[in-house]
């Protein structure tokens, strides 16, 4: 048995809140060691992953890493928050009793570490010395070395996070067992995988996984549905899946920053990491803060801050490229330590690729083994057009390698929030920007985000996939009380954001090509929504909100169709008639302040109101 007291005094790990932690889980998963670990011990465990086979090596210093094949992914169906009060209980964040979680991961967790070592993370998901510190502590315990890895690209990793906390005892106790992964029944009614956030014990565990979102318990675990539900029990904050970007004036100084929801692929990354379009270059300038999680509160001044709690990027491979991502691909090049998960990999040459990296695939076929380990060129021929990388493949890299990243990304004041944006992929309906200057209404068009659903998924023709504030999978409790501290936050502040809705999705319902060229030149419509908050443009009101005229948006070095600018440019109140029995039907699932009623029932009327014009 490890002498778990001796391993502690030895890395000098002094809060002892958590050695009784660390102790107590120790004997149920019955790891053989016990190993504390800083961002220090990077080089170390690599070479020991790579000896172990654990990674391979990708040419320039960057690692290789293929999980499971039925273990790719996050597991919505799997993944519960767990409280002692059913009241917490809502539509989306699959509520379970906690005491019923805790019991059945206690079971399945124990003995399923023996043989192997424990590793134990204590991280910081914040800027060291923010205001939010108190929230942000947590020591994580895996089983998996790969994911110490990964977990000392994503948060700030060492003891002194942890001995110096002003409570000892407020840290985030998060506990993951892989588990016998081939043997857990995924996908069937034998399922032994759970993913539990007990968030009113501020405790993690996860059982059957040795995926990113599933195993990495700092980001999604702890960022967001843990942080979601101590944000409203402290009152003090708002923990969200929200891009965090920065745009800079070079000729006045002037800086604007906004964060932004966005559902699965409605353009997310490529926004939080574009740069600024090549024909406005010599004036403004683009930078990264984050392109996943923000937590957002009001400052002792009255002005909204954001900071990203993250300390990395773990970004999606897929059509990630030098036209869609050029941020990316230069983050992720040679010396950047990138760790590429469930890409294509070349035995021989120790190159990556995924679909998307270029247009076509490599055409020497020698070395090269796909996502599953499989040799491509041994594929017969009903096989040769599957992905050579999964879908969900990924990247991990610190924020230091974004080459636009802010110089202050890491400042633990966070910086002001200008405006909140939302966006999901619609053909149709949706035009380039619209602005919001209610509070009300833009915490409802939050509410009512949506984005296409998928060929796969049943619905109405037209009607969206609605993932309010893009936030539908990470909630930690009943989306009414949600609306209500979004709504109490933000009239908090003495300085409000402006909102407001984007959409670089629109296309030609003829023959279906995109009417905005996109990515770089989304940071256009973003400068006339800087420029509507400070008076300077005065736009042109709709039912739905106030959209730019053509004379207002810088269309410099750009050429498109008169007819494309004119649809993305107006609104189809036809369209939005439908969408709102849409709307309401989705709202009504939900116990909403009235403030949200009110402002659907002022939107409905002003649609009416317009399709009488």
């Known amino acids: 048995m490890v002498d778990v007291e001796k391993v502690l005094d030895e890395a000098g790990l002094t809060n002892p809140h958590v050695r009784e932690y660390v102790s107590y889980w120790a004997g149920i998963t019955g790891a053989e060691r016990v190993e504390v670990v800083s961002a220090a011990d990077d080089e170390r465990l690599l070479q020991e992953s790579l000896e172990a086979g654990e990674l391979l090596p990708v040419t320039g210093g960057r690692y290789y890493s293929r999980s499971y094949s039925k273990d790719t992914a996050r597991s919505e169906e799997r993944t519960v928050v767990a409280t002692s009060n059913p009241e917490d209980k809502g539509v989306y964040n699959n509520w379970k009793p906690a005491e019923e979680v805790v019991k059945t991961l ?11 070592t424990m590793y134990v993370i204590p991280y910081l998901m914040a800027p060291a010395g923010s205001p939010l510190e108190a929230y942000a502590a947590g020591v994580e315990l895996t089983d998996s070395r790969p994911v110490v890895q990964q977990m000392i690209r994503m948060a700030r990793v060492g003891i002194d996070y942890i001995n110096n906390l002003e409570d000892p005892n407020s840290f985030v106790r998060a506990v993951h067992v892989t588990g016998d992964l ?9 399922d032994q995988r759970l993913f539990a956030t007990v968030a009113d014990q501020r405790t993690i ?65 490529n926004l939080s990491m574009t740069f600024t379009p090549d024909a406005l270059g010599d004036r403004y300038k683009v930078s990264f803060y984050g392109d996943d999680i923000a937590w957002i509160w009001v400052g002792e001044d009255g002005k909204l801050y954001a900071f990203n709690p993250e300390n990395g990027v773990f970004g999606v491979a897929k059509d990630t490229n030098e036209g869609s991502n050029p941020g990316a691909i230069a983050g992720i090049e040679e010396g950047s330590g990138a760790i590429f998960t469930n890409v294509a990999y070349n035995e021989k040459t120790q190159e990556v690729w995924w679909e998307g990296k270029t247009k076509h695939h490599p055409d020497d076929l020698d070395g090269w083994i796909d996502w599953k380990g499989e040799k491509i060129a041994n594929r017969i021929a009903d096989e040769l057009g599957d992905p050579w990388a999964h879908p969900n493949s990924r990247f991990t890299i610190p924020i230091s390698r974004v080459p636009n990243a802010a110089d202050d990304y890491d400042a633990p004041t966070g910086v002001p929030v ?17 602005a919001i200057g209610d509070v009300a209404e833009g915490v409802y068009d939050g509410l009512t985000l949506g984005a296409e659903a998928t060929f796969a998924a049943e619905g109405v023709e037209g009607q969206l996939r609605y993932d309010p504030m893009s936030m539908r999978p990470f909630l930690a409790y009943e989306e009414g009380d949600y ?15 402006i909102f407001a809705h984007v959409n670089w999705f629109q296309r030609d319902p003829e023959d279906g090509h995109f009417l905005w060229p996109g990515f770089r030149e989304n940071v256009r419509a973003l400068l006339w929504l800087q420029a509507y908050q400070k008076g300077e443009v005065k736009g042109q009101e709709t039912a739905v909100g106030v959209i730019p005229t053509q004379e207002e948006l810088d269309l410099r070095g750009l ?24 709307r309401e039907e989705h709202l009504k699932q939900f116990k909403l302040p009235e403030e949200i009623w009110e402002a659907h029932k002022r939107v409905a009327a002003a649609i009416d109101e317009a399709a009488k014009g």
């Open 205 to 269: 565990l996860h059982y059957g996984s040795s995926y990113g979102g599933n195993a990495l318990l700092g980001k999604i675990a702890h960022g967001l549905r843990q942080a979601c539900y101590d944000g409203r029990a402290s009152g003090k904050f708002l923990a969200e899946q929200f891009l965090l970007l920065g745009i800079e004036d070079k000729e006045t100084g002037e800086k604007f920053h906004v964060v932004g929801g966005f559902p699965s692929a409605s353009g997310k990354t």
């Open 418 to 434: 200008d405006a909140i944006i939302f966006g999901g992929r619609t053909r149709d309906r949706e035009p380039l920007i619209r």
């Open 559 to 582: 050429d498109l169709p008169q007819e494309d600018l004119d649809r993305i440019l107006n609104i189809d109140v036809e369209r939005w008639q439908q969408e709102m029995g849409f």
């Open 182 to 190: 081939p043997n857990l029944g995924q996908g069937t009614d034998r």
């Open 483 to 497: 609306a209500r501290h979004w709504l109490n936050i933000i009239n908090a502040a003495t300085e409000k954001p």
């Open 106 to 116: 206690t079971e399945r967790m124990t003995g399923a570490s023996a043989g192997k």
